[in-house]
């Protein structure tokens, strides 16, 4: 028939081609989009702590400096939002760098207990302040073994855990191990505020807070769960999370089982 008329194929090839090009069009137009989106975000994000700094040492050149106390006081908040701005850009860094692929993954086989370890013993000064506990949710007497980038976990369970200080009120935080077969399961749990179930999926956007003057008050970049994200991300696993307002919060995420040194050894053995 009729459909098969070499002219009527080649108007099909055509509109067919124009199709594609109209979809590469609107995908470069959305990430483009995205990317304004993003500049003025940062844009923003950078101009908070700048603004602070600025108007205190405005103010102390306007005379507040002559008041020893006024002094002290205005100096140390220039300090803090400076510190602010150092850790925004250091998370901004970070980020992209990971987005990029420019730093590339260590994939090793070793102990996450200990790792774990040691984000409890460098978070706990921080818990102390507000009375909380950091521990794990049971003894782990055999360490576990996983395969992945130990500064990059290291990093993944020093940001879930400072969260779940930051928005814990009183209890503590947990975390803990689940071994299923291939796989080991690391979750943090916390008793804190919770998260509306609404935003679940947000707070892993770019400068996503639930409230946005108390999280910022408490010195969040709004990048920790977006940095968490993506490592994860380059591990080919993925994070979750469950939270009841007012309870507290799970999150965690899979790591594939690895092999402890000795394991290791054993196995060249068997080659040989
Ligand atoms: P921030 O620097 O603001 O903490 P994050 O990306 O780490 O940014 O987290 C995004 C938002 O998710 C936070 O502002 C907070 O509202 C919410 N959030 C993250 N972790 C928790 C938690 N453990 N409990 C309650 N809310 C949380």
Request: proline share 2%.
């Amino acid at each position: 028939g009729n459909s098969n008329h070499p002219l009527k194929r080649i108007n099909q090839e055509i509109y067919k081609y124009g199709i594609n090009r109209h979809r590469e069009i609107e995908d470069l137009k959305k990430l483009e989009a995205f990317r304004r989106e993003f500049l003025a975000d940062v844009s923003h994000e950078l101009k908070t702590p700048v603004f602070a700094a600025q108007g205190f040492v405005h103010t102390l050149l306007d005379g507040a400096i002559d008041d020893k106390k006024i002094r002290k006081k205005f100096l140390k908040r220039a300090a803090k939002s400076l510190d602010n701005l150092d850790s925004l850009i250091q998370d901004l860094l970070t980020l992209s760098q990971i987005e990029t692929g420019e730093i590339k993954m260590h994939f090793e086989h070793f102990n996450i207990v200990s790792i774990a370890e040691e984000v409890i013993d460098q978070m706990e000064s921080k818990a102390e302040d507000k009375n909380l506990t950091v521990r794990f949710d049971s003894a782990y007497e055999t360490p576990i073994f996983v395969h992945a980038d130990a500064d990059r976990i290291y990093r993944v369970l020093t940001n879930l855990v400072s969260n779940a200080i930051k928005y814990t009120l009183e209890g503590g935080v947990q975390i803990g191990f689940e071994v299923k077969s291939e796989k080991v399961l690391v979750y943090v749990k916390d008793t804190g505020v919770g998260i509306p179930p609404e935003h679940l999926t947000r707070i892993f956007e770019r400068f996503f807070r639930v409230e946005k003057s108390r999280s910022k008050e408490m010195g969040g970049t709004g990048l920790g769960l977006a940095i968490v994200k993506h490592i994860l991300e380059a591990h080919n696993t993925k994070v979750s999370v469950i939270s009841t307002v007012g309870k507290g919060s799970t999150f965690s995420f899979k790591l594939p089982i690895g092999q402890s040194a000795e394991e290791m050894e054993e196995e060249l053995e068997e080659e040989r």
